[in-house]
């Protein structure tokens, strides 16, 4: 998290060239990316150990504790032998995890955008309802070739190489490499061991469009009611809501109607509570988005500032939000969202309180 603070804090986009893998051929070759050549088994393997560490897990919790996770898929499937593909796929994968870090059965999660959001919101529902004390939430993507040139082939990319959420003159998403993981647990079984959550947890919606394979509905109508599912589910008004972190894929038509859905859910408040969109800083993580930018979220609400959407040029009519720009802002009161949108017509709004 140690980078990507220091690049959210100083809004400073994390995009440069892509040396991973041959770009030559591509309209676009930028993206945000570790590093050399991770492995995502590694990655998730070491950051769902040291969550469940920070947790103070020890084994018999881990073993009782279900791991859900939001991937893609195992990045060796595309290249494996038809005859050891199964083993290479979603659940196999997150099977695999489970087991080296020694937790409980597993969940795999592959809805694009909203993989981890959704495992999220599934997470904090059986904790809720009395069915498991604590669910480990893990997601992750690595910017491979396959996924890449899929996306630039069909010109989804920025080619000017920045992603510009609700500005004029946005041209497109760009990806960026995203792991995270996270334990969730109900607040009488983290007492009995001592321990105090942080944050405390407020809510979730979720809600589908069934309108485009790709596109948004154009009023934003899903990602609407996911909002509103959110704060009714948390007893919350919208003028209690201090900061949005949008989904702002940089696309024409998904901020466009991310900002009608907003207007739709928070009424006059959608004018003035601050906006902006971190995958303007790190990319679109896809299976990874909604953890990714669940802990940006709570980076800025700890840090007392919320980030900024970079890239921005100058104002666009259909996307007039009060976006934080420039430089970060201080975090006032109140609720902060995370949004996140997907192919499909799949909306997730997470709602977490402000420190």
């Given at each position: 998290?140690?980078?990507?603070?220091?690049?959210?804090?100083?809004?400073?986009?994390?995009?440069?060239?892509?040396?991973?893998?041959?770009?030559?051929?591509?309209?676009?070759?930028?993206?945000?990316?570790?590093?050399?050549?991770?492995?995502?088994?590694?990655?998730?393997?070491?950051?769902?150990?040291?969550?469940?560490?920070?947790?103070?897990?020890?084994?018999?919790?881990?073993?009782?504790?279900?791991?859900?996770?939001?991937?893609?898929?195992?990045?060796?499937?595309?290249?494996?032998?038809?005859?050891?593909?199964?083993?290479?796929?979603?659940?196999?994968?997150?099977?695999?995890?489970?087991?080296?870090?020694?937790?409980?059965?597993?969940?795999?999660?592959?809805?694009?955008?909203?993989?981890?959001?959704?495992?999220?919101?599934?997470?904090?529902?059986?904790?809720?309802?009395?069915?498991?004390?604590?669910?480990?939430?893990?997601?992750?993507?690595?910017?491979?070739?396959?996924?890449?040139?899929?996306?630039?082939?069909?010109?989804?990319?920025?080619?000017?190489?920045?992603v510009r959420p609700f500005?004029?003159?946005?041209?497109?998403?760009?990806?960026?490499?995203?792991?995270?993981?996270?334990?969730?647990?109900?607040?009488?079984?983290?007492?009995?061991?001592?321990?105090?959550?942080?944050?405390?947890?407020?809510?979730?919606?979720?809600?589908?469009?069934?309108?485009?394979?790709?596109?948004?509905?154009?009023?934003?109508?899903?990602?609407?009611?996911?909002?509103?599912?959110?704060?009714?589910?948390?007893?919350?008004?919208?003028?209690?809501?201090?900061?949005?972190?949008?989904?702002?894929?940089?696309?024409?038509?998904?901020?466009?109607?991310?900002?009608?859905?907003?207007?739709?859910?928070?009424?006059?408040?959608?004018?003035?509570?601050?906006?902006?969109?971190?995958?303007?800083?790190?990319?679109?993580?896809?299976?990874?988005?909604?953890?990714?930018?669940?802990a940006v979220t709570l980076?800025?609400?700890?840090?007392?500032?919320?980030?900024?959407?970079?890239?921005?040029?100058?104002?666009?009519?259909?996307?007039?939000?009060?976006?934080?720009?420039?430089a970060s802002r201080p975090?006032?009161?109140?609720?902060?969202?995370?949004?996140?949108?997907?192919?499909?017509?799949?909306?997730?709004?997470?709602?977490?309180?402000?420190?």
């Amino acid at each position: 998290m140690g980078a990507l603070a220091a690049g959210l804090d100083a809004g400073r986009p994390a995009f440069a060239p892509v040396t991973r893998f041959d770009v030559a051929g591509r309209r676009v070759g930028v993206a945000a990316t570790l590093p050399g050549d991770p492995d995502l088994d590694d990655e998730l393997w070491w950051l769902l150990d040291e969550a469940c560490d920070e947790a103070k897990l020890g084994t018999a919790e881990r073993a009782g504790a279900p791991l859900f996770l939001a991937v893609h898929g195992d990045p060796r499937l595309a290249r494996s032998a038809p005859a050891q593909r199964p083993r290479h796929g979603g659940s196999a994968f997150a099977d695999g995890l489970a087991r080296n870090t020694g937790l409980g059965p597993s969940r795999a999660y592959t809805s694009a955008c909203v993989a981890a959001s959704t495992a999220i919101a599934d997470a904090a529902g059986i904790i809720a309802r009395g069915e498991a004390e604590r669910v480990v939430v893990a997601g992750g993507y690595l910017v491979e070739p396959d996924q890449y040139a899929l996306f630039d082939a069909g010109r989804a990319f920025a080619a000017d190489g920045q992603v510009r959420p609700f500005s004029a003159g946005r041209r497109g998403l760009l990806l960026g490499d995203g792991a995270g993981a996270v334990v969730l647990e109900s607040a009488a079984a983290a007492g009995e061991r001592g321990i105090e959550p942080s944050p405390a947890w407020s809510s979730w919606g979720r809600a589908g469009d069934a309108h485009h394979p790709c596109q948004p509905h154009p009023q934003g109508r899903g990602l609407a009611r996911a909002i509103a599912g959110a704060l009714r589910r948390a007893g919350a008004e919208p003028g209690e809501v201090g900061y949005v972190n949008a989904h702002g894929s940089g696309t024409a038509q998904s901020d466009a109607a991310e900002t009608l859905a907003l207007r739709a859910a928070l009424g006059e408040h959608a004018a003035t509570v601050p906006v902006s969109s971190t995958k303007a800083l790190h990319g679109q993580a896809l299976e990874a988005s909604g953890l990714l930018e669940l802990a940006v979220t709570l980076h800025a609400l700890r840090g007392g500032l919320l980030p900024v959407n970079a890239g921005y040029l100058e104002p666009d009519e259909d996307c007039a939000l009060e976006l934080v720009l420039g430089a970060s802002r201080p975090a006032g009161p109140g609720y902060a969202l995370s949004l996140n949108a997907a192919f499909g017509g799949a909306n997730t709004a997470l709602l977490v309180g402000m420190a």
